[in-house]
């Protein structure tokens, strides 16, 4: 699809019915990552929209208090009715790191050998110590584990695909404005054509 697909327009101006709807608190497009964490950590806010590396706040981190861990929990964004591709069991993501082996090293068998042994090793302990979902298959059978990553390890074990972000996966300059132009959406400083838009012309624009 193009960034000016009907589907993706019609994204942006429900984003912004949402904020028309008093669906997030006022000025959320100008907080940090961590102001708009506080808030929910504060119990400010009700929901938080976020990824899997923050579940340590809500698992392993002794700084948060046991009780407000136990009232915080997770579920997966809601369909839109009458949406393309409603595949609940569709997520979007990626490993945060990659581990390499230099192709001239003295060492490449141990090297990969040890390699494979951190990574199987590394998908046990990160749940159970770490409080961190790794992106290789984790034997939860005999693992105690808080309830919320049982239920995002059970989740992601059935997914149907794993999409990765847009931002990633584009060059610099429209990474850049992808950003500054979903801060102006939240914001409405923009329209959701103009949203659309300007996006659509510069990855036209790389293409040429």
């Known amino acids: 699809a193009k960034m000016d697909d009907p589907a993706i327009l019609k994204a942006a101006q429900e984003v912004q019915n949402l904020i028309d709807m008093g669906g997030f608190i006022n000025g959320a497009s ?22 899997t590396w923050e579940l340590p706040n809500y698992t392993t981190n002794h700084d948060v208090k046991q009780e407000l861990k136990e009232r915080i929990g997770y579920f997966k964004f809601p369909l839109y ?13 990626g490993p945060g790191v990659g581990l390499f082996v230099a192709k001239d090293s003295k060492v490449k068998k141990e090297a990969k050998d040890f390699v494979g042994f ?27 584990l808080s309830p919320i990553n049982m239920d995002i390890l059970k989740d992601l074990s059935e997914t149907s ?3 990765t972000y847009f931002d990633t996966q584009t060059s610099p300059a429209v990474s850049e404005l992808h950003h500054e132009l979903i801060t102006a959406l939240f914001g409405k400083q923009v329209t959701p054509k103009e949203f659309v838009k300007q996006q659509a012309e510069i990855l036209a624009k790389e293409q040429e």
């Open 30 to 51: 100008a907080l940090s990552y961590e102001d708009a964490k506080g808030y929910f950590m504060n119990e400010k806010a009700a929901m938080f929209l976020t990824a």
């Open 81 to 93: 009715e009458g949406g393309k591709g409603t595949d609940h069991n569709s997520f979007v993501g």
């Open 118 to 144: 951190f990574v199987k090793e590394w998908g046990k302990k990160s749940v159970t110590d770490a409080g961190v979902i790794p992106a290789t298959k984790v034997d939860t059978s005999n693992l105690k």
């Open 161 to 163: 695909n794993v999409t």
